[in-house]
């Protein structure tokens, strides 16, 4: 059993930055490999991003160069860095692990004027 708490979220100006954080607690995290995704409204959930237990990184190809998804074994919490936020950026954005899949509850980011 793994709980997964996401924070970081908010409203943000389109070209702003949010760093969001995602605390796991329940199991090695550190053998875990971990992802992070979106869900906007009227959409379906899409892969972000995703980051293995020893680091190697993947990213949805219309977000590379933008975001960027870290971890940090010791605090047990990985990170998702979003940089250049555009209104279609805006969802629900939720961490799961990669394996069997636990989910998160979600934290908005909303990218507005």
């Known amino acids: 059993q793994v709980h997964l708490v996401e924070s970081g979220g908010g409203l943000v100006q389109p070209g702003g930055s949010l760093r969001l954080s995602c605390a796991a607690s329940?199991?090695?995290?550190?053998?875990?490999?971990m992802g992070w995704y979106r869900q906007a409204p009227g959409k379906p959930r899409e892969f972000v991003a995703a980051?293995?237990?020893?680091?190697?990184?993947n990213y949805a190809d219309a977000l590379k160069g933008r975001f960027t998804i870290s971890r940090d074994n010791a605090k047990n919490t990985v990170y998702l860095q979003m940089n250049g936020l555009k209104p279609e950026d805006t969802a629900v954005y939720y961490c799961?692990?990669?394996?069997?899949?636990?989910w998160g509850q979600g934290t908005q980011v909303t990218v507005s004027s």
């Open positions: 329940g199991s090695s995290f550190s053998s875990l490999a």
């Open positions: 980051i293995t237990s020893g680091g190697i990184t």
């Open positions: 799961r692990t990669m394996g069997p899949a636990y």
